[in-house]
């Protein structure tokens, strides 16, 4: 008897969203990177198009964050100057930079706005990959700091966040002017994604100048919240949901790195063996999972960890033969 | 849910008169605004003054599409008009409305439709009338499903219509509408598409828009994945929205009414 494959059809598509611009499109990048485009749930190729494999932005801030000792080591020489940092995540294959502008904090320095940019204007004069700058956090200061960014590297094509529910007016009318994209944050909660994605559309941002941060839990600490989230979207994308459709960036970094089974040492817990590997694939581990999910953009901060990610999106990559 | 917008037909006045005198105008404008209302797809239909469908009905498909881009539900039992109207469309995707169950309308209609790779609506009517029970229109679905294979027809290639009646003088028909509409989404898989004429549910009753979103929504409890209706009537749109959100068709957003419109 023939076996039929069963292939699902689906009726939309993530966006295709393109980040960076190069000197003919106005702005200074010698690389671009662009996401999306998929007609199928990831990887599944033999049903409909995955055009883009998924990419790795690393993290690098803007003051020394004196992260874990395993971190604090590959970074000891360039985590007090953000030109550096970002030179050296290039080396170690990054994608994109990923610069959180911390020092912005009314607690952490409280960089003035044209500070910032300045910072900016350096990591963009150092690189030639492309940008996702995010605020302190802070929302007063954030509104304050991210149109002068925004401005500071019009042409440039950023990605610039983030967009909350209750905070994005201020960045979305930023990157409208300034020609940049918008990254839309959400609580891990599909209807507040969504909404927040309309909210964004109606300030009149189309839609594909949008990507989503739906809050990203570590393995361990809810990582199957985030999943079944991302799932949920692509599934309402793919059935031609336009406000899911776009893609979608995970913080991975930030959340592995504060999981108490990357911290603690070996000292004081032997059974889970070595701690540096432990960490690393604490963070590789749940980057995988999230791509099986549909991430786009993974935010990342071990080199050996982006080796991983990178190698395994890689061989996810390979159609298959069906 | 698919929202086949009813307006423009002869039979109302307005585009009555356009069809007779070829005024594309009236049309346009009930194409824009059926969009904006949330329309899926346009049914076009001359009404019964045409004096020759086969030249009005692929005017009329002309016409509409120069304003839009929706597919058309071509509303007529004249096949040979349907035939002009499917070339005047000239690309896939339009729906044959309709046919009842009997052979010679299937031997005639089901070829069309894959030739012009066109959905058919298929009503569940016999010969002998409108049937009363739910398993003799199941059993006439299932006619239409048998027969869509022969011809190279998927399933979901036919937007079965089980019938409804007004509620004032035939109030027995609707639930057995309703069960039809449940029995036909386990007939095949994937399963036959439903659908069903709205209005009829309230014909010559003093609450016509009351009575039409509560069918409208009961409907869609029980399955209903399409129906000709009036696209403007913006109480009935909104109840639909609310109905597909809380069967978890759509996803929840706190302007989850005004996105359906927009999709």
Aim: net charge negative; proline share 5%; glycine share 6%.
């Amino acid at each position: 008897m023939a076996t039929n494959m069963l292939k699902e059809k689906y009726s939309g598509k993530i966006n295709t969203v393109t980040l960076g611009a190069t000197k003919e499109q106005g702005g200074t990048r010698t690389s671009t990177v662009t996401v999306g485009g998929e007609s199928t749930m990831p990887f599944l190729q033999f049903e409909g198009d995955m055009p883009l494999k998924p990419v790795v932005a690393m993290e690098i801030q803007d003051i020394n964050p004196g992260w874990h000792p395993v971190l604090n080591q590959v970074y000891a020489e360039v985590m007090d100057c953000p030109v550096a940092w970002a030179k050296k995540c290039v080396e170690f294959g990054a994608d994109m930079i990923y610069l959180k502008l911390a020092g912005a904090h009314p607690d952490n320095g409280d960089k003035s706005p044209e500070d910032c940019a300045k910072i900016v204007k350096d990591v963009l004069a150092a690189v030639g990959v492309p940008l996702i700058v995010v605020g302190c956090g802070e929302d007063e200061k954030d509104n304050a700091v991210l149109p002068v960014v925004a401005e500071a590297a019009a042409g440039e094509n950023l990605l610039i966040g983030c967009a909350k529910q209750d905070n994005y007016k201020s960045v979305a009318a930023a990157a409208m002017v300034h020609k940049h994209k918008v990254l839309a944050a959400s609580p891990l909660d599909i209807n507040i994604c969504k909404q927040l994605n309309i909210l964004i559309s109606e300030l009149g941002l189309a839609a594909d100048n949008v990507l989503i941060d739906p809050s990203t839990a570590a393995l361990g600490y809810g990582i199957e919240y985030t999943y079944s989230i991302l799932e949920r979207g692509r599934l309402g994308a793919l059935s031609g949901d336009k406000m899911l459709s776009q893609p979608v960036i995970c913080q991975v970094g930030y959340e592995a790195w504060r999981a108490k089974e990357a911290v603690a040492t070996e000292e004081d817990f032997p059974n889970w063996g070595n701690q540096a590997d432990r960490a690393i694939l604490w963070e590789a581990m749940t980057a995988t999972g999230l791509l099986q999910g549909g991430a786009h953009v993974m935010v990342l901060r071990h080199p050996e960890a982006v080796r991983l990610v990178k190698k395994n999106a890689e061989e996810l990559m390979v159609k298959a033969e069906i | 849910m698919i929202l086949i917008g009813e307006r423009i037909n002869g039979m109302f006045k307005d585009i009555g008169k356009a069809v007779r005198e070829h005024d594309p105008k009236p049309l346009q404008e009930w194409a824009v605004k059926q969009k904006e209302g949330g329309a899926h797809y346009l049914d076009v239909n001359t009404g019964p003054n045409s004096e020759d469908q086969t030249v009005d009905l692929p005017w009329m498909v002309k016409t509409v599409m120069e304003v839009s881009d929706l597919p058309l539900a071509i509303d007529t039992t004249d096949y040979d008009a349907m035939e002009a109207a499917l070339i005047a469309y000239g690309k896939p995707g339009a729906l044959i409305n309709s046919i009842g169950c009997e052979q010679e309308k299937i031997d005639r209609v089901f070829p069309m439709a894959a030739k012009y790779q066109a959905d058919v609506v298929c009503l569940c009517i016999s010969k002998s009338g409108i049937p009363k029970s739910a398993e003799e229109r199941v059993a006439l679905a299932m006619e239409f499903v048998a027969n869509a294979e022969v011809y190279g027809l998927q399933p979901d290639n036919l937007f079965i219509d089980p019938i409804i009646l007004p509620v004032n003088v035939a109030q027995e028909h609707a639930v057995e509408a309703l069960e039809t509409i449940r029995q036909i989404k386990l007939l095949s898989n994937p399963a036959p598409l439903t659908t069903i004429g709205l209005s009829n549910v309230s014909q010559k009753t003093p609450h016509r828009p009351l009575l039409n979103r509560t069918f409208a929504v009961m409907a869609m409890t029980a399955g209903l994945d399409s129906a000709i209706l009036d696209a403007n009537d913006d109480m009935m749109v909104d109840a639909i929205a609310s109905a597909r959100v809380i069967l978890n068709k759509d996803i929840y957003c706190d302007s989850y009414a005004k996105v359906f419109r927009q999709r």
